[in-house]
Every structure is written in structure tokens, then in C-alpha cells.
């Protein structure tokens, strides 16, 4: 009987090792997905008539250590992340060619006068009221579309809070 047992108890644990299934981690050493990032406030401005660039703006949160590396729309022909300096003087702005640091757990706000994404070749003037699809890209977490308001910048100092 004993025998008999340890037979049955031996063809059990041979049949878990069946090599046609594959092995599978335990639930703790499945891998996490990669780290989000979030994006609230996005807005393009307005441009005239004829202008082959527009400026859009966005705060992105990231879940862990991130770089917003650049991105894409349909509206124009590259998504670039720009930055203003000052240089001699005078205010420039630059593309950041390495990307824009978005630290774990902060709110990183692009606004007009600071890092801001920039649409070069735009296909047709950014019209107030109309949205806009912006996809970012980053070095680590998946891409991500927002859908940007083109509107003008609120005025700084008004009090909107009951409008």
C-alpha cells in the first residue's frame, strides 16, 4: 500500500514537471507595468494666419523618474520640447534635445515663457475651440494622447474661481 502511494505520489509530481507546459513565475516576480505618466491642463495657443508654428502647453506627472523625450500630432509636421533661456540679454528659445526631466511623484507644468511643447510645420492655423491630439512620448513610460483646447492663456492674477 505504501509502495502503491508513493508511486501515485511520484507520477503527480512528474506530471507537474510536464516540460510541454511552460513554467510560470510565482504572482511576486511577475513584472509591474511600466510606470504612467499623467497629463491634466493641456492647451495650445492660437496662431495667426500663415504661422508655420504654434506653442502647446501641459502639466505631466510622472510615477517614477521619466523624460518627455518628444511626441507627435496630426496638426504638424514634429512635436519638439523647447525651452527658454536667457542668453546675452536676450530671451531664446531652444529645443531640448536630451528631453525634459520629469522627477517621481512632482507636477512639471510647460507654460508659455517656459519649457513648452512647440509644432513646427503646422498643416493648418491653431483656431480657438478647436482640440488638438497631442501623443507624447518618454523614455520609459508607454506614449500617451491628450487632446489640447486651443484657447488664449488666462490672464494671470484674475481670481476665475467662480466663473
Known amino acids: 500500500m505504501k509502495i502503491k502511494l508513493a508511486l501515485a505520489a511520484a507520477a503527480l509530481s512528474l506530471t507537474a514537471c510536464n516540460p510541454s507546459e511552460p513554467a510560470k513565475a510565482p504572482a511576486a516576480e511577475t513584472p509591474t507595468a511600466t ?7 493641456a492647451w495650445c495657443r492660437p496662431s495667426p494666419n500663415g504661422a508655420k ?10 510615477a517614477t523618474d521619466d523624460r518627455l523625450t518628444g511626441g507627435s500630432t496630426p496638426r504638424a509636421g514634429s512635436l519638439q520640447v523647447h525651452e527658454m533661456k536667457t542668453e546675452n540679454g536676450m530671451m531664446k528659445m531652444a529645443e531640448m534635445t536630451a ?27 491653431l483656431i ?22 486651443v484657447r488664449q492663456p488666462a490672464m494671470d492674477g ?6
Open 99 to 125: 528631453g525634459l526631466p520629469l522627477p517621481a511623484g512632482q507636477d512639471v507644468a510647460l507654460a508659455p515663457g517656459g519649457n513648452h511643447l512647440m509644432l513646427i510645420g503646422l498643416t493648418a492655423p
Open 35 to 41: 510606470a504612467a505618466v499623467s497629463a491634466t491642463e
Open 128 to 149: 480657438a475651440g478647436e482640440t488638438v491630439p497631442l501623443t507624447l512620448q518618454f523614455a520609459s513610460a508607454p506614449t500617451i494622447t491628450v487632446q489640447a483646447q
Open 53 to 62: 508654428a504654434g506653442g502647446c502647453y501641459v502639466t505631466l506627472t510622472a
Open 158 to 163: 484674475m481670481d476665475h474661481g467662480a466663473h
